[in-house]
């Protein structure tokens, strides 16, 4: 029986960012579940088995950084890419945890996303213990 995909979430307010990034997540052999807020993405059933969360941090609602600040909270740590079009915002977001792994300005290569996601999964698989 084959493994099971890791699976990307990507929360964007932006349709065609997300949509693109969902895309490319799976032309890559993951598998991608694309959500247009943080309170779409909370009510998805399948928390517990996201390898990666890809969030935007500037959107309307809860920002990418509440979304991760409510996911700590409920005691999930999931590796986590943000991204925003405000290098400055990123900035600011690097010391907000283990748990994110990555921040990269839009507009942002493949490559970048990529290794980010990599990072990613390394990540999560070292306190991971298959449950």
Known sequence: MPTKKPLIAIVDDDESMREATKGLMRSLGF????????????RFPHLR??????TDIDMP????????????ALGKSIPTVLISAYPD???????????????????????????????????????????
């Not at 088995?49 to 890809?54: E, F, K, P, S, Y």
């Not at 839009?106 to 990529?114: A, I, S, T, V």
């Open 31 to 42: 598998d991608a579940e694309a959500f247009s807020s943080a309170d779409d993405f909370l």
């Open 61 to 72: 609602g809860m920002s990418g950084l509440d979304l991760h600040r409510r996911l700590v």
């Open 89 to 131: 915002e990123n900035v600011r977001a690097r010391g907000f945890g283990a748990d994110i792994v990555c921040s990269l300005t839009k507009p942002f290569g493949e490559q970048d996303l990529l290794d980010c996601i990599r990072a990613a999964l390394a990540c999560g698989r070292h306190g991971e213990s298959g449950s």
């Open 49 to 54: 088995r996201l390898a990666c969360l890809v």
